[in-house]
């Protein structure tokens, strides 16, 4: 509905309900997150991501290969959320699950792994709400 002053009232109504923003910031931090960690996995400005890397799961033999593959995975990820969050949200879910195991396997930086638990529940949070959202 065009309102007489010739703008979208739904969509301005829309911003103001906080499950919206909320959406929109979890949409934002999802896409922005891993594109960022995913281009870190090449120049490790950041930290130096080899060391959370557990030996199971340095499927390629080298530290260094196993996380530019992650960081290709994770950028591909992070663009996968900006278009089609109800979908790649799941899979951002189950990427940090996969971090989450990597480090217990590590037996350290149990901090680093309970940050992304919370991370995970608000991946998920995303998954839900970006099925009344999406491409509103």
Same mark, same amino acid.
């Given at each position: 509905m @065009?309102? /007489?002053n010739g703008t979208n009232g739904q969509k301005d109504n829309l911003w103001r =309900? /906080?499950?919206y923003q909320a959406y929109q910031i979890l949409h +934002? *931090?999802?896409t922005v997150a891993p594109l960022v960690a995913g281009l870190d996995k090449f120049f490790n400005f950041l930290t130096q991501w080899t060391q959370y890397l557990s030996a199971p799961f340095d499927v390629f033999g080298n530290p260094s290969i196993t996380m530019m593959v992650v960081g290709v995975?994770?950028?591909v990820v992070g663009i996968g959320v900006w278009f089609k969050p109800k979908v790649f949200s799941y899979i951002v879910a189950l990427w +940090? +699950? *996969?971090i989450i195991i990597n480090l217990l396997l590590l037996r350290s930086f149990y901090d @680093? *792994?309970?940050r992304d638990l919370? +991370?995970?529940l608000g991946a998920l949070a995303l998954a839900r709400l970006s099925t =009344?959202?999406?491409r509103v």
């Open positions: @065009v309102t /007489p =309900k /906080p499950s +934002l *931090a999802f995975t994770e950028i +940090l +699950l *996969a @680093v *792994a309970l919370g +991370l995970m =009344k959202y999406d």
